[in-house]
């Protein structure tokens, strides 16, 4: 498994999520870059999927919180 992973950082004093910065044109930009990378690669038969890592700054330590498979491919890309 190929894992694409998007790393977003917020402080806890801010409104939205870091995954929410994700957005779809974030995700289309990101599948852009994946099959780009895959195409370098030759295209091999391999599964891939896209995660999206969350930071969160506090006054203490960072906290993280991964999603696996946050996205699919954005349309109206295949692979």
């Known amino acids: 498994m190929l894992v694409?992973?998007?790393v977003k950082t917020r402080r806890r004093s801010e409104?939205?999520?870091?995954?929410a910065a994700v957005d779809a044109?974030?995700?289309?930009?990101i599948s852009r870059g994946?099959?780009?990378?895959?195409?370098?690669?030759?295209?091999?038969e391999i599964c891939f999927?896209?995660?999206?890592?969350?930071?969160?700054?506090d006054d203490?330590?960072?906290e993280f919180n991964l999603i696996?498979?946050?996205?699919?491919?954005?349309d109206p890309y295949i692979y």
């Open 4 to 6: 694409f992973a998007e």
């Open 15 to 19: 409104i939205s999520s870091p995954a």
């Open 25 to 29: 044109a974030k995700q289309r930009l």
């Open 34 to 44: 994946a099959l780009e990378w895959m195409r370098l690669l030759g295209n091999p």
């Open 49 to 57: 999927r896209f995660d999206i890592v969350e930071v969160v700054i």
């Open 60 to 62: 203490g330590l960072p």
């Open 68 to 74: 696996k498979d946050a996205f699919k491919l954005s």
